[in-house]
């Protein structure tokens, strides 16, 4: 099975930016989601935005639209969450996940990685 990683969290004051990284082990198979999801402390598990395999098809949650942009670089296997104009609602544990098709909700997506945190203070 695909393995993933992320990096790229950290501690930034409000309004400013961070680049998570998600690298995947193995290429996924062709039709496979790449997603983003996040959870803060008492929370649920909220999605914040997947892109397509193939035709890179993005789509982002309504909290953090326009502000967040998802990619992908095929050549390394990676994909990236740019996030712009960091709130204090921004913190938590940041996921990376594949599924077989995209979706909002955590159950379609079966590998998962373990998580880099992003605190954003005030």
């Known amino acids: 099975q695909v393995q993933l990683v992320e990096s790229g969290g950290g501690s930034v004051q409000s309004g400013g930016s961070l680049r998570l990284s998600c690298a995947a082990s193995?290429?996924?198979?062709?039709?496979?989601?790449m997603g983003w999801f996040r959870q803060a402390p008492g929370k649920e598990r909220e999605w914040v935005a997947h892109?397509?395999?193939?035709?890179?098809?993005?789509d982002y949650a309504d909290s953090v639209k326009g502000r967040f942009t998802i990619s992908r670089d095929n050549a390394k296997n990676t994909v990236y969450l740019q996030m712009y104009s960091l709130k204090p609602e921004d913190t938590a544990m940041y996921f990376c996940?594949?599924?077989?098709?995209?979706?909002?909700?955590?159950?379609?997506?079966?590998?998962w990685g373990q998580g880099t945190q992003v605190t954003v203070s005030s």
């Open positions: 996940a594949a599924g077989q098709r995209c979706s909002r909700e955590a159950n379609e997506y079966n590998i």
């Open positions: 892109i397509t395999r193939l035709v890179g098809v993005r």
């Open positions: 193995r290429v996924t198979r062709s039709g496979y989601c």
